[in-house]
């Protein structure tokens, strides 16, 4: 569940990166092929009301082990790094009608569970305009 009020206390002009990190269905809640497969149908989507919004994909990879810290609940599949030119981007997509109607449930059909953390950044060897 997206938490407005927490974002809200932030400030809504600040560039974020959102750190995502999923953990796949090993079927999709759908039906329609494995939880990567509906994750790749919710990036389709996504990508370009990302980009829509000034945002972009900074990095994502397939999680391979914990190195540090508890195993247990840290077990994640993928990780995206996403940049939005500001908190108040993120958050028109996140509750824009078409990513609710069109994007969202492909999510709940990917993942068993989803994660995101808004960053502010203390320093970055990406450039960003």
Known sequence: MLNIEGLERLDPNAPVVMLNLMRFHARSRDGNGSGWDAYLRYSAITVPMIKARGGTLLWTGEAKAVALGP?????????????YPAVSAF???????????????????????????????????????
């Open 71 to 83: 195993h247990a609940g840290n077990d994640w599949d993928f990780v995206a790094l996403v940049h």
């Open 91 to 129: 958050l028109d997509m996140m509750t824009s009608e078409t990513y609710e109607r069109e994007a969202d449930p492909h999510r709940a059909s990917a993942c068993a569970e989803h994660v995101i953390i808004a960053t502010s950044e203390a320093y970055s060897k990406f450039k960003m305009k």
